[in-house]
């Protein structure tokens, strides 16, 4: 992996290791000793990871963590937004509980293990880290890579997973979003989808066609938004997925 801002890193535990820890928060390990950890947009330049032996010893790494440089636009006359109604706030409220529980739901999914794949081609509008400033005031980062193409045109599963969410029902922000779990609480979340073709619990393998590209919820164009997490912390779908293949 890549030990960047916005890296997942996989590793292999030392022989006899128990537990594996970053930064003090445990991380999940496989029964063959390996693992995944993922560093934010914001990440500090430096963490620390330890394995715990069966004999109480303790083997550390110190990782250093490089920088990156994001694509920041200032719009100084550009109010953030209108303050949200009570009734936004109640429904945004449910779809945010919905997406916590998907989110804590644990698969016995390998494909965390696969090499991801794009799960369309076409020209990227939106890179992962980008953040705008509204009249002085930041807006949140964006989360994931747009992928520009038309409503319509088919959605891959990037590696093989479990689906967690499969919103028929628009969201306020995501519209139809569906979620797929690939293990060892790796994710990716596609947003904004003309349908969804697959349902809650159903097993998805790379390269599987799964919804379509749309404009629903919070979108100003037809596109795909693919975000990803390990556990908490956001990763980029582009450090995974490599360099956008050339289209037509």
């Given at each position: 992996g890549q030990r960047t801002q916005g890296g997942l890193l996989f590793g292999t535990a030392p022989r006899g290791s128990v537990s594996v820890a970053l930064d003090g928060k445990p991380v999940r390990l496989a029964p063959d000793g390996r693992f995944l950890i993922g560093f934010d947009r914001d990440a500090a330049p430096a963490a620390e990871i330890v394995a715990t032996l069966a004999d109480g010893a303790h083997v550390r790494e110190?990782?250093?963590?490089?920088?990156?440089?994001?694509?920041v636009q200032s719009l100084p006359t550009l109010p953030k937004g209108t303050t949200p109604t009570p009734e936004f706030l109640a429904r945004r409220k449910i779809e945010l509980e919905r997406i916590d529980a998907a989110r804590a739901i644990?698969?016995?999914?390998?494909?965390?293990?696969?090499?991801?794949?794009?799960?369309?081609?076409?020209?990227?509008?939106?890179?992962?880290?980008?953040?705008?400033?509204?009249?002085?005031?930041?807006?949140?980062?964006?989360?994931?890579?747009?992928?520009?193409?038309?409503?319509?045109?088919p959605v891959a599963a990037p590696a093989d997973g479990v689906v967690i969410l499969a919103a028929q029902e628009p969201f306020t922000l995501e519209g139809r979003l569906l979620m797929i779990d690939h293990g060892m609480g790796l994710n990716s979340a596609f947003l904004h989808l003309s349908r969804i073709d697959v349902v809650e619990g159903q097993k998805v393998v790379r390269g599987q066609i799964v919804g379509a590209i749309g404009t629903t919820g919070r979108s100003t164009g037809a596109h795909l938004h693919w975000g990803m997490k390990i556990g908490d912390v956001r990763i980029d779908p582009q450090l995974l997925a490599g360099p956008m293949p050339q289209t037509p």
């Open positions: 110190t990782l250093k963590i490089k920088p990156r440089v994001w694509d644990r698969s016995d999914s390998q494909g965390w293990r696969d090499s991801f794949v794009w799960p369309v081609l076409g020209r990227i509008s939106g890179v992962f880290g980008s953040q705008r400033i509204y009249a002085g005031e930041p807006g949140s980062p964006h989360t994931g890579v747009d992928i520009a193409r038309p409503t319509g045109t």
